[in-house]
C-alpha cells in the first residue's frame, strides 16, 4: 500500500470514530491536524533495512511538528489516525508526554474511549519509569519480614546510601515507627492485592524520602534471578507493554530507556511527542551529570562490600579494588582542594558556616548555618585550568577501573543467583548492597569523561562548573556538567534512530515563528520535517481581554517594582468574584505579596506549597461551586498544564514576565557561547524562551469556548519594548487594554 493510500486509510478511521462520538462538534482544525499526522505517518518508512545493500538509498522518515492551540482537541488528532496505522501496518505506537498526569489522561480516559469506536481492537499500557514501582524485596525488609542472618548477610542499612542510613538514625523514635507503621501498611495492602505497588496508586501517594528507601532502582535489581521475580510489580507491567500496540510514556523515559529495549524501537514504531515544548529541557536534564567531591565515605563502603561479596564468588577483578578506590578518593579530595584554591572568593561561603572550606570537606563546619547555602562558580568557555586536567583525568581512569571489577562481581553474582536457586535471596540482598552505592560511581565517572571532553572547534562546549553547599552538619563541593545545546543532544540520541514522529503542544512557536523550537530540538534544517499551525477555535478577541498594566518602576529595580505590583494586583484581587490565579515568577515576590494581603482577603488567597496541589485545587473548585471568590497564589508549576475552565479562572494575572532565573549556569555558558560567536543570546535565546513560557501562562485563561476572562500584566516591558511587541505576538489575539498603575 502506498504512504497516500495509508494516509487516506487513517484519515477515514479518524472521520468515522468523530461522528460515532458522543456530542460531536465539527472542528476543522482538528481534522486538518488529524490529515497531518495520516500524511507523515504514512510516509515513514518502518523496520529494518538490508545493511549489506550499500546501493540502497537511506529509509524514508517523515517528521510532522504541529502547534494545536487550546480547543483543538489535539489528543483525538494524533492518536486515532497514529493508532489505525499502527493497526494496519502492524506496528506499535508510542505516545511520550511531558508529565504523568497527562499519561494517566490517556490511559485512563481517552484511549479507553478510542477502544470502542476504533473497529480493530487494541491493547494499551502505561510505561513508567521503574523507580514508580515497589520493590517487594525492600519492602519486605524494612516491613520486617525478613531480617537478615547468616555470616554472609550486612546490616540492613547496607541495602541504601549511608546518608539514608543516617536519616533513620537521627529521626525521632515516633517517626521511625510510624514509617515502619506505613511500610508494613503497604506490604500488607500489597499482599492482598489491595495495592498494586504503583506509588501513584496509593491514596496518598509518600513524599520522596518516604518512597526512596522502598523505590525499585535498576542498579539494585537482578531481574529474573530475583526470589521475587514472578511477584514484581515492575516486571509485570513489562510484560502488559509487551503485548500493548499503544503504549503512553514520559519524554524522561523516552530519553532515559534510548537503546534499553524498554520501548518499541523507534525505527519501527510510530512516535507521538506531545507537550513538545518541554523536549529540550528534558534533554538537558537527562544527559547532565554531577558528581560530589566531599562525602565520599560511600568510596570506602562499596569498597568493603565488593571485597567482601568479590572474595565469595572468587572474582580475580578485585585485587585492584584497593588501588583504584584508595586513588579514587585521594584524588577527589585533591580536586576539591583545587577547586576551593581556584574558585574559593566565588564558593566560598558565608563565616557562618565555619573554617571548613580550608580541606576537610564533607565534615562538620565549626559554625554550621541553619540552612542551606550554595553557591556556584563556573568555568569560563568551558576550558578548565590546567591545575585541574590531570587530578580529573586520574578521578575518571580509577572511577574506571573500579567499575570494570564491579561489572565482574555483577556478572558473577547473575551467575550464582541463576546456578543456585535456593540461595536467591541472599544473593540478591549482595546485589542490592553493591547496587546502592554503584550509581555514584557510574555520577562520578561520567562527569569526569563530559568535563574533560574537548571541544571541536567551533562547536558548542559543555557547560562546566562546581558548587559548594551548607547542607547541615556538612559543606559540600560538587562538580558539574551538561551538554549545551539539547538540539545536538537530541539530533545524535533521539532523531538519528526515529522514523516516522509527531510532535504537538500549544506553544511551538516562539514570537510568530516556529525555528526556536526546531533549533531547541535538533530538527532544524532537517528535510524530512515539517510543520503545521492549527488555531484555536475560540474568538479570544471576545471572550478575553489582556490588560497591559505600565508600572513607574523598572522591573530591572525588583524592590521599587514589586512594591508597586503588589499595591495594583491587592487593587485588582478586591474585585475578584469568582476563581482567580497569579502567577509569580520567584518565591520572595510571592511571599511579598502574601505579607501584603489585607485580614479579609487571607481567607480568599490559596498559596502553593501550603497544601498539596491536589487538595488546593479541589478547595478552589469548592469554594467557586459555592458562590466565593477564591485566588491561587502559585509560580512556574502552576503556570501549565493547570485547566481551570469557566469561573474557576475569571481573571489571571502575570506579575513579571517569565524570564529564566539569571543564574542558570547551562544559561550563562551558551550565552557566552553564543556572544563569542557573535550572536546575541537576549534575542536568540532568552526572548523565543520567555515568548513559549508567556504563552503558556496566559493560555490558562481561556480554556472552552464559553470561558470569559481577563489576563492581567504588571511588567510595562511588553508594551514599551521592541522584545516585548514579539512577546505579544506569541499571545492568543486577546483584546489588547493599556492603563498606568
Given at each position: 500500500m502506498s504512504a497516500q493510500q495509508w494516509a487516506d486509510q487513517a484519515l477515514q478511521s479518524f472521520d468515522t470514530v468523530v461522528q460515532a462520538t458522543s456530542g460531536f462538534r465539527s472542528r476543522p482544525g482538528q481534522r486538518l491536524m488529524a490529515e497531518q499526522v495520516a500524511k507523515a505517518f504514512g510516509q515513514a518508512q518502518l523496520g529494518k533495512i538490508d545493511a549489506d545493500d550499500e546501493d540502497a538509498p537511506p529509509p524514508d522518515r517523515a517528521i510532522a511538528v504541529i502547534q494545536a492551540g487550546t480547543g483543538v482537541g489535539k489528543s483525538l488528532a494524533y492518536s486515532v489516525p497514529a493508532i489505525a496505522m499502527a493497526l494496519?501496518?502492524?506496528?506499535?505506537?508510542?505516545i511520550s508526554t511531558a508529565t504523568v498526569a497527562l499519561q494517566e489522561q490517556l490511559v485512563t480516559k481517552d484511549l479507553p474511549a478510542l477502544a470502542a469506536h476504533i473497529s480493530k481492537p487494541f491493547k494499551f499500557a502505561l510505561a513508567k519509569g521503574r523507580g514508580r514501582y515497589?520493590?517487594?524485596?525492600?519492602?519486605?525488609?524494612?516491613?520486617?519480614?525478613?531480617?537478615?542472618?547468616?555470616?554472609?548477610?550486612?546490616?540492613?542499612?547496607?541495602?541504601?546510601?549511608?546518608e539514608e542510613a543516617a536519616a533513620r538514625a537521627k529521626r525521632p523514635r515516633a517517626e521511625s515507627e510510624a514509617r515502619m507503621k506505613f511500610?508494613?501498611?503497604?506490604?500488607?495492602?500489597?499482599?492482598?492485592?489491595?495495592?498494586?505497588?504503583?506509588?501513584?496508586?496509593?491514596?496518598?501517594?509518600?513524599?520522596?524520602?518516604?518512597?526512596?528507601?522502598?523505590?525499585?532502582?535498576?542498579?539494585?535489581?537482578?531481574?529474573?534471578?530475583?526470589?521475587?521475580?514472578?511477584?514484581?510489580?515492575?516486571?509485570?507491567?513489562?510484560?502488559?507493554?509487551?503485548a500493548a500496540q499503544v503504549i503512553v510514556a514520559n519524554h524522561d523515559l523516552l530519553l532515559s530507556s534510548l537503546g534499553a529495549r524498554l520501548l518499541p524501537e523507534l525505527d519501527n514504531c510510530l512516535l507521538v511527542v506531545d507537550e513538545a515544548h518541554h523536549l529540550p529541557a528534558t534533554a538537558l536534564g537527562q544527559f547532565a551529570n554531577e558528581a560530589d567531591l566531599s562525602r565520599l565515605t560511600w568510596i570506602d563502603k562499596l569498597a568493603s562490600r565488593a571485597l567482601?561479596?568479590?572474595?565469595?564468588?572468587?572474582?580475580?577483578?578485585?585485587?585492584?579494588?584497593?588501588?583504584?578506590?584508595?586513588?579514587?578518593?585521594?584524588?577527589?579530595?585533591?580536586?576539591?582542594?583545587?577547586?576551593?584554591?581556584?574558585?574559593?572568593?566565588?564558593?566560598?561561603?558565608?563565616?557562618?558556616?565555619?573554617?571548613?572550606?580550608?580541606?576537610?570537606?564533607?565534615?562538620?563546619?565549626?559554625?554550621?548555618?541553619?540552612?542551606?547555602?550554595?553557591?556556584?562558580?563556573?568555568?569560563?568557555?568551558?576550558?578548565?585550568?590546567?591545575?585541574?586536567?590531570?587530578?580529573?583525568?586520574?578521578?575518571?581512569?580509577?572511577?574506571?577501573?573500579?567499575?570494570?571489577?564491579?561489572?565482574?562481581?555483577?556478572?558473577?553474582?547473575?551467575?550464582?543467583?541463576?546456578?543456585?536457586?535456593d540461595e536467591a535471596r541472599r544473593l540478591s540482598?549482595?546485589?542490592?548492597?553493591?547496587?546502592?552505592?554503584?550509581?555514584?560511581?557510574?555520577?562520578?565517572?561520567?562527569?569526569?569523561?563530559?568535563?574533560?571532553?574537548?571541544?571541536?572547534?567551533?562547536?558548542?562546549?559543555?557547560?562546566?562548573?562546581?558548587?559548594?553547599?551548607?547542607?547541615?552538619?556538612?559543606?559540600?563541593?560538587?562538580?558539574?556538567?551538561?551538554?549545551?545545546?539539547?538540539?545536538?543532544?537530541?539530533?545524535?540520541?533521539?532523531?538519528?534512530?526515529?522514523?516516522?514522529?509527531?510532535?504537538?503542544?500549544?506553544?511551538?512557536?516562539?514570537?510568530?515563528?516556529?525555528?526556536?523550537?526546531?533549533?531547541?530540538?535538533?530538527?532544524?534544517?532537517?528535510?524530512?520535517?515539517?510543520?503545521?499551525?492549527?488555531?484555536?477555535?475560540?474568538?479570544?478577541?471576545?471572550?478575553?481581554?489582556?490588560?497591559?498594566?505600565?508600572?513607574?518602576?523598572?522591573?530591572?529595580?525588583?524592590?521599587?517594582?514589586?512594591?508597586?505590583m503588589v499595591d495594583a494586583l491587592l487593587s485588582d484581587l478586591s474585585l475578584v468574584e469568582a476563581g482567580a490565579l497569579v502567577l509569580f515568577t520567584s518565591r520572595d515576590q510571592m511571599r511579598q505579596a502574601v505579607d501584603a494581603l489585607p485580614t479579609a482577603m487571607r481567607d480568599v488567597v490559596l498559596v502553593q506549597n501550603t497544601l498539596p496541589r491536589q487538595q488546593l485545587l479541589a478547595r478552589h473548585r469548592e469554594r467557586v461551586a459555592e458562590g466565593l471568590a477564591s485566588i491561587i497564589f502559585g509560580m512556574q508549576s502552576f503556570g501549565e498544564g493547570l485547566d481551570l475552565p469557566g469561573p474557576l479562572c475569571e481573571s489571571l494575572f502575570i506579575t513579571k514576565l517569565p524570564f529564566a532565573p539569571p543564574d542558570d549556569p547551562v544559561g550563562e555558558a551558551r550565552a557566552e557561547w553564543l556572544r563569542g560567536s557573535g550572536r546575541d543570546p537576549f534575542i536568540e535565546l532568552v526572548v523565543p524562551a520567555t515568548a513559549i513560557r508567556l504563552a503558556q501562562w496566559a493560555g490558562r485563561a481561556i480554556r472552552t469556548e464559553e470561558d470569559r476572562a481577563h489576563v492581567y500584566c504588571y511588567d510595562k516591558r511588553l508594551v514599551r519594548t521592541s522584545y516585548g511587541q514579539l512577546l505579544l505576538k506569541g499571545l492568543p489575539p486577546f483584546t489588547l487594554e493599556r492603563r498606568l498603575a
Amino acid at each position: 500500500m502506498s504512504a497516500q493510500q495509508w494516509a487516506d486509510q487513517a484519515l477515514q478511521s479518524f472521520d468515522t470514530v468523530v461522528q460515532a462520538t458522543s456530542g460531536f462538534r465539527s472542528r476543522p482544525g482538528q481534522r486538518l491536524m488529524a490529515e497531518q499526522v495520516a500524511k507523515a505517518f504514512g510516509q515513514a518508512q518502518l523496520g529494518k533495512i538490508d545493511a549489506d545493500d550499500e546501493d540502497a538509498p537511506p529509509p524514508d522518515r517523515a517528521i510532522a511538528v504541529i502547534q494545536a492551540g487550546t480547543g483543538v482537541g489535539k489528543s483525538l488528532a494524533y492518536s486515532v489516525p497514529a493508532i489505525a496505522m499502527a493497526l494496519e501496518r502492524g506496528t506499535r505506537v508510542l505516545i511520550s508526554t511531558a508529565t504523568v498526569a497527562l499519561q494517566e489522561q490517556l490511559v485512563t480516559k481517552d484511549l479507553p474511549a478510542l477502544a470502542a469506536h476504533i473497529s480493530k481492537p487494541f491493547k494499551f499500557a502505561l510505561a513508567k519509569g521503574r523507580g514508580r514501582y515497589v520493590c517487594k524485596l525492600k519492602l519486605e525488609r524494612l516491613a520486617g519480614g525478613a531480617d537478615p542472618s547468616g555470616e554472609d548477610e550486612l546490616p540492613d542499612d547496607d541495602l541504601f546510601p549511608e546518608e539514608e542510613a543516617a536519616a533513620r538514625a537521627k529521626r525521632p523514635r515516633a517517626e521511625s515507627e510510624a514509617r515502619m507503621k506505613f511500610y508494613a501498611s503497604m506490604a500488607d495492602a500489597l499482599s492482598r492485592g489491595a495495592w498494586d505497588g504503583d506509588r501513584d496508586t496509593l491514596d496518598t501517594p509518600p513524599e520522596a524520602e518516604v518512597w526512596s528507601p522502598v523505590g525499585a532502582e535498576a542498579s539494585s535489581c537482578t531481574g529474573k534471578h530475583c526470589p521475587v521475580f514472578s511477584q514484581c510489580t515492575y516486571y509485570e507491567r513489562r510484560k502488559e507493554l509487551v503485548a500493548a500496540q499503544v503504549i503512553v510514556a514520559n519524554h524522561d523515559l523516552l530519553l532515559s530507556s534510548l537503546g534499553a529495549r524498554l520501548l518499541p524501537e523507534l525505527d519501527n514504531c510510530l512516535l507521538v511527542v506531545d507537550e513538545a515544548h518541554h523536549l529540550p529541557a528534558t534533554a538537558l536534564g537527562q544527559f547532565a551529570n554531577e558528581a560530589d567531591l566531599s562525602r565520599l565515605t560511600w568510596i570506602d563502603k562499596l569498597a568493603s562490600r565488593a571485597l567482601r561479596i568479590g572474595q565469595l564468588l572468587e572474582v580475580q577483578e578485585i585485587a585492584d579494588i584497593p588501588n583504584h578506590s584508595a586513588r579514587l578518593r585521594a584524588t577527589l579530595q585533591d580536586v576539591a582542594r583545587l577547586v576551593m584554591d581556584i574558585y574559593g572568593e566565588t564558593l566560598n561561603p558565608p563565616k557562618s558556616a565555619g573554617a571548613n572550606a580550608s580541606g576537610r570537606f564533607g565534615s562538620t563546619p565549626r559554625y554550621a548555618t541553619p540552612y542551606n547555602n550554595i553557591t556556584r562558580a563556573r568555568i569560563p568557555g568551558g576550558v578548565l585550568p590546567e591545575a585541574l586536567i590531570e587530578p580529573l583525568s586520574q578521578v575518571a581512569h580509577h572511577a574506571d577501573g573500579f567499575l570494570t571489577a564491579l561489572r565482574a562481581i555483577s556478572k558473577a553474582l547473575r551467575s550464582e543467583i541463576k546456578d543456585k536457586p535456593d540461595e536467591a535471596r541472599r544473593l540478591s540482598t549482595l546485589y542490592a548492597q553493591i547496587g546502592a552505592l554503584a550509581p555514584r560511581l557510574e555520577s562520578v565517572h561520567a562527569t569526569m569523561s563530559l568535563l574533560l571532553e574537548d571541544t571541536p572547534e567551533g562547536a558548542a562546549p559543555a557547560a562546566k562548573w562546581f558548587t559548594l553547599e551548607v547542607d547541615g552538619d556538612y559543606i559540600v563541593v560538587k562538580a558539574h556538567a551538561s551538554p549545551l545545546l539539547p538540539g545536538n543532544t537530541l539530533r545524535n540520541h533521539l532523531w538519528s534512530a526515529v522514523r516516522g514522529a509527531v510532535l504537538t503542544s500549544a506553544t511551538l512557536k516562539s514570537c510568530g515563528q516556529f525555528e526556536f523550537f526546531l533549533r531547541e530540538t535538533g530538527l532544524h534544517g532537517d528535510a524530512a520535517v515539517t510543520t503545521l499551525e492549527v488555531a484555536s477555535p475560540f474568538d479570544y478577541g471576545l471572550q478575553g481581554t489582556f490588560i497591559a498594566t505600565e508600572t513607574q518602576a523598572d522591573p530591572k529595580n525588583a524592590q521599587a517594582f514589586t512594591a508597586e505590583m503588589v499595591d495594583a494586583l491587592l487593587s485588582d484581587l478586591s474585585l475578584v468574584e469568582a476563581g482567580a490565579l497569579v502567577l509569580f515568577t520567584s518565591r520572595d515576590q510571592m511571599r511579598q505579596a502574601v505579607d501584603a494581603l489585607p485580614t479579609a482577603m487571607r481567607d480568599v488567597v490559596l498559596v502553593q506549597n501550603t497544601l498539596p496541589r491536589q487538595q488546593l485545587l479541589a478547595r478552589h473548585r469548592e469554594r467557586v461551586a459555592e458562590g466565593l471568590a477564591s485566588i491561587i497564589f502559585g509560580m512556574q508549576s502552576f503556570g501549565e498544564g493547570l485547566d481551570l475552565p469557566g469561573p474557576l479562572c475569571e481573571s489571571l494575572f502575570i506579575t513579571k514576565l517569565p524570564f529564566a532565573p539569571p543564574d542558570d549556569p547551562v544559561g550563562e555558558a551558551r550565552a557566552e557561547w553564543l556572544r563569542g560567536s557573535g550572536r546575541d543570546p537576549f534575542i536568540e535565546l532568552v526572548v523565543p524562551a520567555t515568548a513559549i513560557r508567556l504563552a503558556q501562562w496566559a493560555g490558562r485563561a481561556i480554556r472552552t469556548e464559553e470561558d470569559r476572562a481577563h489576563v492581567y500584566c504588571y511588567d510595562k516591558r511588553l508594551v514599551r519594548t521592541s522584545y516585548g511587541q514579539l512577546l505579544l505576538k506569541g499571545l492568543p489575539p486577546f483584546t489588547l487594554e493599556r492603563r498606568l498603575a
